[in-house]
């Protein structure tokens, strides 16, 4: 079973940042022991110098202060943001991928609203229906955790708040990632009333020791990895379900060769064995087939014939409710 690449690349982003904060916090403790012994050295003398990168000139003293508790701090809200962010972008990125196995769980009965010119602008009917998924996409990038958790339910049925993890903490770590992002960390009424055991009161900031973030990282983890499976059972990769077949008519060069694509609308409708018996002004489509292609719920038919005969079967086609003709074109044979 092929796996979902916007989980892989979730997985490993994950990954790089517990070595970030691993080794990032080790060598801040490694600094720290150097300073301190050029601080012995330097007793109480004034001193500043540059790093490797010779942009910022550093107080000698202010950089061991900073490197204790402000520097560490700093890395752990901006790991946090990231892992957040890669979650969400995991399970907004994903719907994409499963729109391209199986178009079934989009087909909703509702109303949608886009641009008239927007439409008409579109190659065709497949670009379109990407277009109504990637406006899902587009509000749910917007729309945060609890956009995607009501997404998820009513699009595939699966509740991502019961999947045997305790959901509370997965909200507790999204909750104040908000806070670090749009209040510098301070705590609001929300957050204090509804994890209480924080400890945290009103307007005071938010601490996240090291042991929260390396246990925040595995939750998220751990949290991706079983929608993932769970998205995985219910859209394997599927081989795309192409069909073939040769008509009645052999290729004369001296005619047109015209290739109609056909969506549709209604599944499991044979639009083939309906396209063979039509008939207009005593002539049979079938006998103007060269050949037919079918993939999911889009169909091409190549024909070959003189142009007003092959535009007399037209008005048929479209008079039918269960399919729709979406453009026509000369072709080379």
Not at 122 to 144: H, P, W
Not at 167 to 196: Q, S, W
Not at 288 to 308: E, M, P, T
Request: glycine letters at 4%; a positive charge.
């Amino acid at each position: 079973m092929r796996g979902f690449e916007s989980f892989t690349r979730f997985k490993n982003g994950i990954k790089d940042s517990k070595h970030i904060l691993d080794i990032t916090l080790h060598l801040y403790k490694f600094e720290m022991e150097v300073l301190g012994s050029k601080l012995e050295e330097l007793n109480d003398k004034p001193d500043s110098f540059k790093t490797s990168t010779n942009l910022i000139e550093h107080n000698t003293r202010a950089l061991y202060s900073r490197l204790q508790n402000r520097y560490p701090d700093k890395l752990k809200q901006l790991l946090l943001i990231n892992l957040i962010t890669s979650l969400e972008v995991y399970l907004t990125d994903v719907i994409l991928e499963i729109f391209q196995r199986d178009i079934r769980p989009f087909k909703l009965d509702e109303a949608i609203s886009l641009q008239r010119n927007y439409i008409l602008s579109l190659g065709s009917i497949d670009t379109l229906k990407e277009a109504i998924v990637k406006k899902d996409f587009r509000n749910l990038t917007s729309g945060g955790l609890v956009q995607i958790v009501k997404y998820y339910q009513k699009i595939f049925q699966i509740d991502i708040k019961s999947l045997g993890i305790d959901f509370g903490e997965i909200e507790e770590i999204h909750i104040r990632r908000h806070l670090y992002v749009h209040r510098n960390g301070l705590a609001d009424e929300e957050y204090c009333r509804k994890f209480p055991s924080s400890n945290t009161k009103v307007d005071k900031y938010i601490y996240s020791d090291n042991q929260y973030i390396f246990n925040a990282i595995d939750k998220i983890l751990n949290f991706g990895n079983l929608v993932n499976k769970q998205l995985l059972n219910k859209f394997p990769i599927i081989e795309r379900n192409v069909k073939y077949k040769k008509g009645e008519r052999n290729l004369l060069p001296n005619e047109l060769f015209i290739m109609l694509e056909i969506s549709i609308r209604l599944d499991g409708f044979d639009v083939f064995s309906y396209l063979e018996q039509i008939e207009k002004n005593g002539k049979k489509l079938k006998d103007f087939i060269v050949k037919f292609a079918q993939s999911d719920n889009i169909c091409y038919l190549f024909l070959n014939g003189s142009q007003s005969d092959i535009n007399a079967f037209y008005k048929v086609i479209m008079e039918n409710e269960n399919i729709l003709l979406n453009k026509s074109n000369w072709v080379s044979p």
